[in-house]
């Protein structure tokens, strides 16, 4: 199996630099963004795309799907990783966004720490855990996974560090790496292969947006 996993295109709190919930759309260029990663597309032969049921994901599949003529299936399980509700709507350079961040990395030793009502590392590594599973369920061999950039940062980690990948070896991977709108990264699920035994995913490319 193969699966492409894509970030939404460009939402509207992506354009302002704010911390968002459920709720942003896609702005124009978002649109042209999920228009162009269809065409990148067009030459693989994709079988189904999982969405998160967000509207920035939803959309950024429905552009895909209605373009190389693909059902969506849409999963809670792909939701971005819930923030604190003293953060939404708030700029990242806020009083408050700094706050947050500062005591987060306060308690990078506590995986079920939270700031107030967010979505702890543990609870979205668990998130992550299932998802992953929920897609190697799947008898298609290739695949588009639409998501966020966060979690799609959570799913690769787990690939990398295992199950039992800590808030620190979390926190690292998240700090070096960079998720584009509609960048493409690439998983392979394999079963005994020559690096190792038993079924397991492999990281084959990572926020490929040459489409952009």
């Not at 506590?110 to 700031?115: A, F, G, L, S, V």
Request: aromatic share 6%; hydrophobic share 35%; glycine share 4%.
């Amino acid at each position: 199996m193969r699966v492409y996993l894509i970030r939404h295109g460009e939402s509207e709190s992506n354009a302002l630099r704010i911390h968002q919930d459920h709720t942003p759309k896609l702005t124009e260029k978002g649109r042209a963004q999920a228009e162009f990663a269809a065409h990148r597309l067009r030459n693989v032969p994709l079988e189904k795309i999982i969405a998160s049921p967000y509207p920035r994901a939803h959309e950024t599949a429905t552009i895909i799907g209605h373009t190389l003529n693909l059902p969506v299936e849409e999963s809670e399980l792909l939701v971005e990783t819930r923030r604190p509700s003293e953060v939404v709507h708030q700029s990242h350079d806020s009083a408050i966004a700094q706050e947050v961040e500062r005591a987060y990395r306060e308690n990078l030793d506590n995986q079920d720490w939270k700031y107030s009502d967010e979505e702890s590392f543990a609870e979205t590594r668990k998130r992550g855990i299932d998802a992953l599973a929920l897609i190697a369920q799947h008898t298609e061999e290739k695949l588009l996974v639409v998501s966020h950039g966060n979690f799609m940062r959570m799913l690769v980690a787990l690939v990398l560090f295992g199950e039992a990948m800590t808030l620190r070896e979390f926190q690292n991977f998240r700090e070096a790496t960079l998720t584009n709108n509609t960048g493409i990264t690439i998983l392979s699920r394999h079963t005994d292969c020559a690096h190792r035994e038993g079924d397991h995913w492999q990281l084959i490319s990572w926020n490929d947006h040459a489409h952009l």
